[in-house]
């Protein structure tokens, strides 16, 4: 018994680890991607970057379309670049800058289903094809690697603290 908690365990850490510097986003949280969600509030206080992922879970009367700032702006989903309608979209976040997405059903843009995610540069840790345009990119690619290292610690602390708890339950 214990020795399968343990594996179950390690599979958990296995698991949790990776998923430390790529993040998958539920784009409007429970609400999902819906008619009625203010997509301003929440982008707010989140951080994107590349290689992390965008997931849009939505009804049959919606979809995602790609467009570039003009079409955000205007509500314009004529000349979007993509375009989807599965319920479950997931976008990847390839390229620093932001992108753009609408729901091209008649209204639903206009009444606030339109999302801008502005997306930053992947963690040092991971190998990021793009150039920073800071001015210090030195400096600050410092203080990304000390925050991206401060979460993996942590998540092995919390792990190993769950781990030692666990042990000590089945005792
Ligand atoms: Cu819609």
Redesign the pocket.
């Known amino acids: 018994m214990r020795s399968t908690v343990a594996v179950a365990l390690l599979l958990v850490v296995l698991a949790v680890v990776p998923t430390v510097l790529a993040v998958t986003f539920q784009v409007g949280d429970t609400g999902g ?3 009625g969600v203010n997509y301003t509030t929440w982008v707010g206080g989140k951080t994107f970057r590349v290689g992390d992922t965008l997931e849009f879970n ?1 009804g049959p ?3 995602v379309f790609v467009v570039d700032k003009a079409g955000f702006d205007g509500c314009d989903g004529s000349r979007a670049t993509q375009r989807f309608s599965n319920r479950d979209t997931k976008i990847d976040l390839t390229r620093v800058g932001t992108i753009h997405f609408l ?3 008649p209204g ?2 206009l009444g606030g ?1 339109k999302l801008a995610v502005p997306v930053l540069a992947s963690s040092p840790i991971t190998p990021s094809p793009s150039p920073s345009p800071s001015p210090s990119p030195s400096s600050g690619n410092v203080e990304n690697a000390k925050n991206v290292a401060s979460k993996g610690i942590m998540s092995y602390g919390k792990i190993g603290v769950a781990m030692v708890l666990m042990y000590g339950v089945m005792r």
Do not use: G, L, Q, R
């Open positions: 991607w819906n008619f939505y009367s919606h979809a729901c091209p059903t639903h843009c289903m």
